[in-house]
């Protein structure tokens, strides 16, 4: 383990045991992980913008531009205010947001940030009350083009948005891979709109339930 790496473990660490619940985890996202996020996200034009809600201290951030994301075309949010004070040390070419991802779309015109075609969440949807679940994401979905998707992973073996929320807010899910090295493991799941063709036919059955 690199002196970064570890320091970002014990920082994220000291996050975590202020407020577990809304961290979510007790350690920053592993290598394998944040590779298999990174690769869900390509095709995107010059002038197309990346979100990533919950940088946390920048695993997932630094994956993305190793990836090839222009530094800056990409917003990060994130609500605790230590964490988003590194992430702007760390990644001082990426727009850094301390807020809150319920609102996001005001968060993006203040930065005059888009269009927005990937969002990329760590957040901890299974550990957050179902209304604010459903509020984030229906501003996500409410900024995201019409080619846009969102990327999720979760550390549950379903699907962490349920067919209702999803039928609700007109999306498809798919799972697109599990980071079994991950600790501790964790699937990331791809979400976008319904199609014309998807919404013509409603019921098509989804490919999670």
């Known amino acids: 383990m690199g002196l970064r790496t570890a320091r970002e473990e014990i920082f994220f660490l000291s996050r975590w045991l202020r407020a577990p619940l809304k961290t979510g985890s007790v350690r920053p996202s592993g290598r394998d992980l944040t590779r298999l996020i990174a690769g869900t ?45 590194w992430l702007r040390r760390a ?21 005059n940030a888009g269009p927005v075609r990937r969002i ?4 901890p949807l299974l550990s957050l009350p179902r209304s604010q679940r459903s509020v984030i994401l229906a ?18 073996p379903s699907c962490p948005v349920s067919r209702t929320l999803r039928d609700g807010l007109g999306i498809n899910a798919k799972h697109v891979g599990t980071a079994w090295r991950n600790l501790p493991p964790a699937r990331v799941w791809k979400f976008k709109k319904h199609d014309s063709e998807q919404a013509a036919r409603p019921g098509q059955r989804q490919s999670a339930a």
Not at 148 to 156: F, N
Request: hydrophobic share 45%; glycine share 10%.
């Open 120 to 123: 990329v969440s760590s957040l």
């Open 91 to 111: 990644f001082p070419e990426v727009t850094v947001v301390t807020g809150d991802a319920e609102h996001l779309q005001r968060h993006l015109a203040s930065n």
């Open 139 to 156: 501003e996500a979905f409410a900024v995201l083009g019409e080619n846009g998707c969102l990327i999720q992973y979760s550390y549950g």
């Open 41 to 85: 996200v390509a095709d995107l034009a010059p002038d197309d913008w990346i979100v990533e809600l919950g940088g946390g201290t920048g695993a997932v951030t630094r994956a993305l531009i190793e990836n090839g994301i222009a530094p800056d075309r990409m917003v990060v949010l994130e609500r605790d205010r230590a964490l988003s004070d």
